[in-house]
Protein backbone atom coordinates (compact mmCIF):
# COMPACT_ATOMS: atom_id res chain seq x y z
CA UNK A 1 0.00 0.00 0.00
CA UNK A 2 1.22 3.90 -0.70
CA UNK A 3 2.19 6.04 1.61
CA UNK A 4 -0.33 8.37 1.03
CA UNK A 5 -3.23 5.70 0.59
CA UNK A 6 -2.35 4.28 3.76
CA UNK A 7 -2.10 7.94 5.81
CA UNK A 8 -5.59 8.79 3.33
CA UNK A 9 -7.32 5.18 5.35
CA UNK A 10 -5.86 6.35 8.82
CA UNK A 11 -7.21 9.61 8.72
CA UNK A 12 -10.52 9.18 7.93
CA UNK A 13 -10.61 6.16 10.48
CA UNK A 14 -9.09 7.98 12.96
CA UNK A 15 -12.38 10.92 12.65
CA UNK A 16 -14.09 8.76 14.52
CA UNK A 17 -12.90 9.61 17.90
CA UNK A 18 -13.81 13.27 16.98
CA UNK A 19 -17.31 14.04 17.01
CA UNK A 20 -17.37 17.15 15.27
CA UNK A 21 -15.45 15.63 12.28
CA UNK A 22 -17.18 11.58 12.41
CA UNK A 23 -20.47 14.00 11.90
CA UNK A 24 -19.16 15.76 9.01
CA UNK A 25 -17.39 13.08 7.40
CA UNK A 26 -20.75 11.33 7.63
CA UNK A 27 -22.90 13.60 6.32
CA UNK A 28 -20.99 14.02 3.30
CA UNK A 29 -21.28 10.16 2.52
CA UNK A 30 -24.63 10.94 3.17
CA UNK A 31 -25.11 13.45 0.97
CA UNK A 32 -23.28 11.95 -1.57
CA UNK A 33 -25.33 8.85 -1.53
CA UNK A 34 -29.04 10.11 -1.61
CA UNK A 35 -27.68 12.27 -4.27
CA UNK A 36 -26.23 9.65 -6.36
CA UNK A 37 -29.36 7.66 -6.04
CA UNK A 38 -32.02 10.55 -6.47
CA UNK A 39 -30.23 11.02 -10.05
CA UNK A 40 -30.20 7.15 -10.45
CA UNK A 41 -34.05 6.86 -9.30
CA UNK A 42 -34.70 9.64 -11.79
CA UNK A 43 -32.79 8.55 -14.82
CA UNK A 44 -34.63 5.06 -14.53
CA UNK A 45 -37.86 6.56 -14.14
CA UNK A 46 -37.67 8.48 -17.34
CA UNK A 47 -35.61 5.27 -19.25
CA UNK A 48 -38.75 2.87 -18.18
CA UNK A 49 -41.29 5.94 -19.94
CA UNK A 50 -39.19 6.56 -22.59
CA UNK A 51 -38.79 2.63 -23.49
CA UNK A 52 -42.29 2.09 -23.44
CA UNK A 53 -42.78 5.15 -26.47
CA UNK A 54 -39.73 4.05 -28.28
CA UNK A 55 -41.44 0.70 -28.34
CA UNK A 56 -44.80 1.67 -29.25
CA UNK A 57 -42.86 3.61 -32.11
CA UNK A 58 -41.48 -0.24 -33.24
CA UNK A 59 -44.49 -1.88 -33.11
CA UNK A 60 -46.85 0.73 -34.45
CA UNK A 61 -44.96 2.41 -37.39
CA UNK A 62 -42.52 0.79 -40.34
CA UNK A 63 -39.46 0.35 -39.42
CA UNK A 64 -38.57 1.35 -43.20
CA UNK A 65 -40.22 3.26 -45.60
CA UNK A 66 -39.62 4.00 -49.23
CA UNK A 67 -41.22 7.06 -50.63
CA UNK A 68 -40.71 9.09 -54.21
CA UNK A 69 -38.50 11.70 -53.85
CA UNK A 70 -41.04 13.84 -56.25
CA UNK A 71 -44.76 13.01 -57.30
CA UNK A 72 -47.71 11.48 -55.45
CA UNK A 73 -46.67 7.67 -56.24
CA UNK A 74 -43.69 5.44 -56.39
CA UNK A 75 -42.09 5.69 -60.24
CA UNK A 76 -41.40 1.46 -60.08
CA UNK A 77 -43.35 0.09 -56.67
CA UNK A 78 -42.40 -3.05 -58.14
CA UNK A 79 -38.49 -2.56 -58.48
CA UNK A 80 -38.57 -0.47 -55.06
CA UNK A 81 -40.28 -3.78 -53.85
CA UNK A 82 -37.64 -6.06 -54.53
CA UNK A 83 -35.22 -4.13 -53.79
CA UNK A 84 -36.61 -3.93 -50.59
CA UNK A 85 -37.15 -7.43 -50.17
CA UNK A 86 -33.87 -8.01 -50.51
CA UNK A 87 -32.35 -6.15 -47.67
CA UNK A 88 -31.11 -8.82 -45.24
CA UNK A 89 -34.02 -8.42 -41.88
CA UNK A 90 -36.51 -7.63 -43.90
CA UNK A 91 -39.64 -10.14 -42.79
CA UNK A 92 -42.88 -8.56 -44.84
CA UNK A 93 -43.38 -5.24 -47.16
CA UNK A 94 -46.82 -3.56 -48.02
CA UNK A 95 -47.92 -0.93 -50.08
CA UNK A 96 -49.09 2.51 -48.26
CA UNK A 97 -52.29 3.58 -49.24
CA UNK A 98 -53.61 7.17 -48.17
CA UNK A 99 -55.49 10.08 -48.34
CA UNK A 100 -57.99 12.44 -47.21
CA UNK A 101 -61.97 11.69 -46.68
CA UNK A 102 -64.90 12.62 -45.09
CA UNK A 103 -66.41 10.29 -42.73
CA UNK A 104 -70.35 10.06 -41.44
CA UNK A 105 -72.75 8.28 -40.05
CA UNK A 106 -75.41 6.49 -42.37
CA UNK A 107 -77.86 9.73 -42.22
CA UNK A 108 -75.32 11.89 -42.31
CA UNK A 109 -76.20 14.11 -39.02
CA UNK A 110 -72.49 14.38 -39.15
CA UNK A 111 -69.71 14.51 -40.90
CA UNK A 112 -65.63 14.77 -39.91
CA UNK A 113 -62.65 15.20 -41.90
CA UNK A 114 -60.22 12.14 -41.58
CA UNK A 115 -57.50 10.64 -43.26
CA UNK A 116 -57.84 6.85 -44.26
CA UNK A 117 -55.06 4.36 -44.99
CA UNK A 118 -54.97 0.33 -46.30
CA UNK A 119 -54.45 -1.73 -42.83
CA UNK A 120 -51.34 -2.99 -42.29
CA UNK A 121 -53.09 -6.32 -40.83
CA UNK A 122 -53.59 -9.18 -43.73
CA UNK A 123 -56.68 -10.26 -44.65
CA UNK A 124 -58.28 -13.03 -43.06
CA UNK A 125 -60.32 -15.59 -45.89
CA UNK A 126 -63.87 -14.88 -45.21
CA UNK A 127 -63.65 -12.09 -43.68
CA UNK A 128 -65.87 -8.84 -44.10
CA UNK A 129 -64.44 -5.46 -45.61
CA UNK A 130 -64.75 -3.09 -42.73
CA UNK A 131 -63.63 0.03 -41.42
CA UNK A 132 -61.11 0.78 -37.77
CA UNK A 133 -61.78 3.89 -36.92
CA UNK A 134 -60.26 5.60 -33.80
CA UNK A 135 -62.16 6.32 -31.09
CA UNK A 136 -61.70 10.00 -31.41
CA UNK A 137 -63.97 9.52 -34.47
CA UNK A 138 -66.22 7.00 -33.21
CA UNK A 139 -67.03 9.39 -30.47
CA UNK A 140 -67.87 12.54 -33.18
CA UNK A 141 -69.73 10.58 -35.33
CA UNK A 142 -71.71 8.87 -32.61
CA UNK A 143 -70.78 4.96 -33.72
CA UNK A 144 -69.20 2.40 -32.42
CA UNK A 145 -67.86 -1.33 -33.68
CA UNK A 146 -71.01 -3.07 -35.51
CA UNK A 147 -72.38 0.28 -36.86
CA UNK A 148 -72.38 1.66 -40.31
CA UNK A 149 -69.55 4.72 -41.55
CA UNK A 150 -70.10 6.36 -44.78
CA UNK A 151 -66.75 7.61 -46.06
CA UNK A 152 -66.48 9.90 -49.15
CA UNK A 153 -63.44 10.58 -51.46
CA UNK A 154 -62.67 14.12 -52.52
CA UNK A 155 -62.62 12.22 -56.41
CA UNK A 156 -65.90 12.00 -58.18
CA UNK A 157 -67.40 9.83 -60.64
CA UNK A 158 -70.22 10.61 -63.15
CA UNK A 159 -73.48 9.89 -62.90
CA UNK A 160 -76.76 10.31 -64.54
CA UNK A 161 -76.92 13.42 -62.44
CA UNK A 162 -73.50 14.41 -63.27
CA UNK A 163 -70.04 14.41 -60.87
CA UNK A 164 -70.42 12.89 -57.17
CA UNK A 165 -68.38 12.04 -55.10
CA UNK A 166 -67.13 7.91 -54.43
CA UNK A 167 -68.50 6.95 -51.13
CA UNK A 168 -68.58 3.61 -49.44
CA UNK A 169 -70.68 2.36 -46.61
CA UNK A 170 -68.29 0.11 -44.28
CA UNK A 171 -69.19 -1.85 -40.62
CA UNK A 172 -66.89 -0.75 -38.23
CA UNK A 173 -64.82 -3.78 -37.39
CA UNK A 174 -63.17 -1.93 -34.08
CA UNK A 175 -63.15 1.60 -32.42
CA UNK A 176 -59.47 1.59 -30.99
CA UNK A 177 -57.73 3.99 -28.80
CA UNK A 178 -54.65 5.84 -30.23
CA UNK A 179 -52.25 7.09 -28.16
CA UNK A 180 -51.23 11.21 -28.18
CA UNK A 181 -47.38 9.77 -29.80
CA UNK A 182 -49.18 7.31 -31.95
CA UNK A 183 -49.28 8.01 -35.69
CA UNK A 184 -51.55 6.23 -36.90
CA UNK A 185 -54.85 7.62 -39.34
CA UNK A 186 -58.43 7.60 -38.35
CA UNK A 187 -59.76 4.98 -40.37
CA UNK A 188 -57.70 1.90 -41.37
CA UNK A 189 -59.64 0.27 -44.47
CA UNK A 190 -58.28 -2.75 -46.53
CA UNK A 191 -56.37 -2.24 -49.67
CA UNK A 192 -59.35 -3.04 -52.35
CA UNK A 193 -60.98 -0.39 -50.30
CA UNK A 194 -58.57 2.57 -50.40
CA UNK A 195 -57.67 2.24 -54.21
CA UNK A 196 -61.30 2.72 -54.23
CA UNK A 197 -60.86 6.33 -52.06
CA UNK A 198 -57.96 7.25 -53.71
CA UNK A 199 -58.27 6.37 -57.53
CA UNK A 200 -54.65 4.59 -57.36
CA UNK A 201 -55.12 1.01 -58.69
CA UNK A 202 -52.19 0.02 -59.01
CA UNK A 203 -48.78 0.99 -57.91
CA UNK A 204 -48.58 2.90 -54.33
CA UNK A 205 -47.73 5.99 -52.15
CA UNK A 206 -44.95 3.77 -50.57
CA UNK A 207 -43.69 0.97 -49.48
CA UNK A 208 -43.10 0.20 -46.11
CA UNK A 209 -41.06 -3.00 -44.29
CA UNK A 210 -41.06 -4.26 -41.02
CA UNK A 211 -37.39 -5.69 -39.89
CA UNK A 212 -36.37 -8.89 -37.98
CA UNK A 213 -34.61 -6.16 -35.32
CA UNK A 214 -35.45 -2.29 -35.20
CA UNK A 215 -32.03 -1.60 -34.35
CA UNK A 216 -31.08 -2.49 -37.42
CA UNK A 217 -32.85 -0.42 -39.55
CA UNK A 218 -30.07 2.48 -40.04
CA UNK A 219 -27.75 -0.50 -41.98
CA UNK A 220 -30.78 -1.43 -43.69
CA UNK A 221 -31.09 1.77 -44.66
CA UNK A 222 -27.76 2.18 -46.32
CA UNK A 223 -27.91 -0.85 -48.15
CA UNK A 224 -31.10 0.25 -49.79
CA UNK A 225 -30.36 3.85 -50.52
CA UNK A 226 -27.27 2.39 -52.47
CA UNK A 227 -29.17 0.19 -54.56
CA UNK A 228 -32.31 2.21 -55.47
CA UNK A 229 -31.80 5.42 -57.96
CA UNK A 230 -31.73 9.16 -56.30
CA UNK A 231 -36.25 8.89 -57.24
CA UNK A 232 -36.61 7.50 -54.06
CA UNK A 233 -36.05 8.81 -50.30
CA UNK A 234 -35.75 6.03 -47.92
CA UNK A 235 -36.56 6.64 -44.22
CA UNK A 236 -36.19 4.89 -40.92
CA UNK A 237 -38.33 4.35 -38.09
CA UNK A 238 -36.12 6.61 -36.05
CA UNK A 239 -36.12 9.64 -39.21
CA UNK A 240 -39.67 9.96 -39.15
CA UNK A 241 -39.53 10.26 -35.32
CA UNK A 242 -36.71 12.71 -35.10
CA UNK A 243 -38.54 15.35 -33.63
CA UNK A 244 -40.15 13.05 -30.33
CA UNK A 245 -36.68 11.31 -30.27
CA UNK A 246 -35.00 15.06 -30.05
CA UNK A 247 -37.44 15.92 -26.80
CA UNK A 248 -36.88 12.40 -25.36
CA UNK A 249 -32.58 13.30 -25.32
CA UNK A 250 -33.27 16.88 -24.37
CA UNK A 251 -35.94 15.72 -21.35
CA UNK A 252 -32.90 13.30 -19.88
CA UNK A 253 -30.12 15.86 -20.00
CA UNK A 254 -32.38 18.50 -18.34
CA UNK A 255 -33.40 15.72 -15.59
CA UNK A 256 -30.01 14.53 -15.20
CA UNK A 257 -28.26 18.22 -14.76
CA UNK A 258 -31.47 19.52 -12.28
CA UNK A 259 -30.99 16.56 -10.20
CA UNK A 260 -26.98 16.35 -10.57
CA UNK A 261 -27.29 19.92 -8.52
CA UNK A 262 -27.54 17.41 -5.01
CA UNK A 263 -24.20 15.30 -5.95
CA UNK A 264 -22.87 19.15 -6.60
CA UNK A 265 -24.22 20.49 -2.63
CA UNK A 266 -23.02 17.11 -1.44
CA UNK A 267 -19.96 17.78 -2.68
CA UNK A 268 -19.54 21.00 -0.60
CA UNK A 269 -19.90 18.83 2.18
CA UNK A 270 -16.71 16.84 1.10
CA UNK A 271 -14.98 20.31 0.81
CA UNK A 272 -15.58 20.85 4.05
CA UNK A 273 -14.56 17.72 5.38
CA UNK A 274 -11.41 17.65 3.95
CA UNK A 275 -10.68 21.44 5.11
CA UNK A 276 -11.03 20.34 8.65
CA UNK A 277 -8.84 17.40 8.61
CA UNK A 278 -6.17 19.53 6.89
CA UNK A 279 -6.45 21.70 10.08
CA UNK A 280 -7.15 18.80 12.78
CA UNK A 281 -3.72 17.30 11.00
CA UNK A 282 -1.22 20.15 10.77
CA UNK A 283 0.88 18.78 13.06
CA UNK A 284 1.25 15.81 10.61
CA UNK A 285 1.97 18.09 7.78
CA UNK A 286 4.81 19.42 9.42
CA UNK A 287 6.48 16.09 10.28
CA UNK A 288 5.78 14.17 7.35
CA UNK A 289 7.52 17.45 5.46
CA UNK A 290 10.02 17.15 7.72
CA UNK A 291 10.71 13.67 7.16
CA UNK A 292 11.30 14.53 3.48
CA UNK A 293 7.75 14.17 2.27
CA UNK A 294 7.09 16.06 -0.81
CA UNK A 295 4.16 18.92 -0.99
CA UNK A 296 2.72 16.83 -4.07
CA UNK A 297 2.57 13.73 -1.44
CA UNK A 298 0.85 15.64 0.87
CA UNK A 299 -1.68 16.59 -1.86
CA UNK A 300 -2.02 12.94 -2.68
CA UNK A 301 -3.24 11.92 0.92
CA UNK A 302 -5.71 14.82 0.51
CA UNK A 303 -6.66 13.87 -2.80
CA UNK A 304 -7.08 10.07 -2.05
CA UNK A 305 -8.98 10.83 1.34
CA UNK A 306 -11.31 12.82 -1.12
CA UNK A 307 -11.59 9.85 -3.54
CA UNK A 308 -12.26 7.44 -0.59
CA UNK A 309 -15.26 9.62 0.30
CA UNK A 310 -16.22 9.53 -3.28
CA UNK A 311 -16.14 5.76 -3.68
CA UNK A 312 -18.24 4.97 -0.14
CA UNK A 313 -21.03 7.49 -0.90
CA UNK A 314 -21.31 6.97 -4.90
CA UNK A 315 -21.17 2.81 -4.04
CA UNK A 316 -24.12 2.86 -1.57
CA UNK A 317 -26.26 5.76 -3.72
CA UNK A 318 -25.64 3.41 -6.42
CA UNK A 319 -26.90 0.02 -4.70
CA UNK A 320 -29.58 2.49 -2.83
CA UNK A 321 -31.01 4.06 -6.12
CA UNK A 322 -30.37 0.53 -8.26
CA UNK A 323 -32.23 -1.49 -5.67
CA UNK A 324 -35.05 1.55 -5.49
CA UNK A 325 -35.59 1.48 -8.91
CA UNK A 326 -36.01 -2.65 -9.63
CA UNK A 327 -38.04 -3.32 -6.71
CA UNK A 328 -40.15 -0.41 -8.22
CA UNK A 329 -40.90 -1.70 -11.33
CA UNK A 330 -41.02 -5.64 -10.24
CA UNK A 331 -43.45 -4.77 -7.34
CA UNK A 332 -45.69 -1.99 -9.27
CA UNK A 333 -45.29 0.49 -6.53
CA UNK A 334 -46.14 3.01 -8.17
CA UNK A 335 -49.61 2.47 -9.44
CA UNK A 336 -51.30 4.80 -12.20
CA UNK A 337 -55.49 4.67 -13.49
CA UNK A 338 -55.18 2.94 -16.59
CA UNK A 339 -57.83 4.54 -19.05
CA UNK A 340 -55.50 8.30 -18.47
CA UNK A 341 -52.12 6.68 -18.80
CA UNK A 342 -51.79 3.64 -20.72
CA UNK A 343 -50.24 2.22 -18.06
CA UNK A 344 -50.80 0.48 -14.71
CA UNK A 345 -47.97 1.37 -12.66
CA UNK A 346 -44.86 3.53 -12.92
CA UNK A 347 -42.18 1.71 -15.32
CA UNK A 348 -38.46 1.77 -14.50
CA UNK A 349 -36.15 0.90 -16.55
CA UNK A 350 -31.78 0.79 -15.33
CA UNK A 351 -29.40 1.19 -18.26
CA UNK A 352 -25.96 0.28 -17.12
CA UNK A 353 -24.36 2.96 -19.65
CA UNK A 354 -26.36 5.73 -17.60
CA UNK A 355 -25.12 4.03 -14.19
CA UNK A 356 -21.90 4.32 -15.55
CA UNK A 357 -21.95 7.60 -16.14
CA UNK A 358 -23.33 8.96 -12.71
CA UNK A 359 -20.91 6.74 -11.18
CA UNK A 360 -17.78 9.24 -13.42
CA UNK A 361 -20.08 11.79 -12.53
CA UNK A 362 -19.89 11.35 -8.75
CA UNK A 363 -16.53 10.19 -8.36
CA UNK A 364 -15.27 12.82 -10.22
CA UNK A 365 -17.22 16.00 -9.02
CA UNK A 366 -15.63 14.14 -4.96
CA UNK A 367 -12.41 14.13 -6.22
CA UNK A 368 -12.08 17.73 -7.39
CA UNK A 369 -14.15 18.97 -4.12
CA UNK A 370 -10.81 17.85 -2.71
CA UNK A 371 -8.40 19.52 -4.80
CA UNK A 372 -8.79 23.15 -2.94
CA UNK A 373 -8.16 21.80 0.21
CA UNK A 374 -5.26 19.66 -0.61
CA UNK A 375 -3.67 22.34 -2.64
CA UNK A 376 -3.81 24.14 0.56
CA UNK A 377 -1.90 21.38 2.75
CA UNK A 378 0.53 21.01 0.10
CA UNK A 379 1.48 24.43 0.19
CA UNK A 380 1.54 24.61 4.41
CA UNK A 381 5.37 25.29 5.29
CA UNK A 382 6.85 22.47 8.09
CA UNK A 383 7.64 25.20 10.82
CA UNK A 384 4.46 27.13 10.58
CA UNK A 385 2.53 23.84 10.88
CA UNK A 386 4.02 23.07 13.74
CA UNK A 387 3.43 26.51 15.18
CA UNK A 388 -0.03 26.70 14.60
CA UNK A 389 -1.00 23.17 15.95
CA UNK A 390 0.28 24.05 19.02
Same mark, same amino acid.
Given at each position: ?218 ? /???? +??? =? #??? @? ?7 ? %?? !? &? ?114 ? /???? +??? =? #??? @? ?7 ? %?? !? &? ?8
Amino acid at each position: MRFETFVALRYLAASRRRAHVALIATISIAGLAIGVAALIVSLALLSGFQDRIRRQMTERSAHLRVSPARGATLPDAETARRELARVPGVVEVTDSLEGRAWASDVDGTTTVPVRFRNTAEPARPGSLDGARISSTVGARLHVAAGDLVRLSSSRTRLSPIGPVPISVVLPVLQSRRVGMLEKSADVEVSEETARTLSGLRSGAFALEARLRDPGEAES /AARL +LRA =A #LPG @AYRVETWRD %RN !A &PLAFALRLEKVVIFVTVALVVLVAALNVVSNIALTVVEKKRDLGVFTAMGAAPSSLQRVYLTLGAVIGVIGTGSGLLLGIGLSLAADRYQLVPLPADVYLLSHVPFAVHPAEVAAV /ALFA +LAT =A #LAA @AVLPARAAA %RL !A &PGEAIRLSR
